[in-house]
């Protein structure tokens, strides 16, 4: 599996745009690049996935640079209810994949 | 739906007790899987299931047992608890093994003393 590396934790104000990098050098072919959104004294909640280029969803858009060594969450205009933990994954769905959670991003947005 | 539920949400044992911390899922998925998290830490596999009857360790799966005698079903059994057992439990479900997608329980949070 591959490793991730991503920032241990990021602060913003309501409003803005936040972007969480995420970096997965040793990503293989058959991997996709999972994003998980944790709230405090809740389980992890599933976000986005994408494989490469740009997706978009009603919470996030996934960017994926051409190399694929490293991937962007972006949080359109957060508020102070995005404040919550974010974790990039990396699984493979050609086989079976435990999903290994690392320690995430904790992200504050503050007023 | 449901989804997925776990029982108790709180617990506190002495150490050397047993216990068995209950998770269910209505989706009908394949595969469910218990998480344990610590203060400050990700989420660390203890056990996994990719379908009735069919169990596997995880990352740290040592003081756990688990059994999958139903779909729905997918109990977590503390043999005998110490207190580096303290942790928050979290139970998951996705449909296969080969989905990203898992739906997470609400969460058992248990100290052990």
């Known amino acids: 599996l591959a490793k991730t590396t991503q920032p241990i934790s990021m602060d913003s104000y309501e409003g803005q745009e936040v972007n969480i990098t995420c970096s997965h050098n040793n990503i293989a072919t058959n991997d996709y690049i999972t994003w998980y959104q944790q709230f405090p004294s809740q389980g992890p909640r599933f976000i986005i996935q994408?494989?490469?280029t740009k997706v978009t969803n009603e919470v996030a858009s996934l960017f994926i640079p051409a190399d694929r060594k490293s991937s962007t969450l972006s949080l359109p205009r957060v508020s102070l209810s995005d404040t919550a933990v974010y974790y990039c994954l990396v699984a493979t769905n050609s086989g079976y994949s435990t999903l290994t959670f690392g320690k995430g991003t904790m992200l504050l947005v503050s007023p | 739906n449901a989804g997925v539920t776990q029982t108790p949400k709180f617990q506190v044992l002495k150490t050397g007790q047993s216990m068995t911390l209950q998770c269910a899922q209505d989706?009908?998925?394949?595969?469910m899987s218990w998480y344990r998290q610590d203060p400050g830490m990700g989420l660390r596999l203890i056990h996994y299931s990719v379908g009735a009857g069919i169990t596997d360790q995880g990352e740290v799966p040592n003081g756990y047992n688990v059994s999958r005698s139903t779909t729905e079903d997918f109990p977590l059994r503390l043999l005998s608890a110490a207190p580096s057992q303290t942790s928050v439990y979290f139970c998951?479900?996705?449909?296969?093994?080969?989905?990203?997608?898992?739906?997470f329980g609400p969460g058992t949070r248990l100290t052990v003393t």
């Open positions: 994408g494989y490469k």
């Open positions: 998951a479900s996705r449909t296969d093994r080969r989905s990203v997608e898992q739906y």
């Open positions: 989706m009908n998925h394949e595969y």
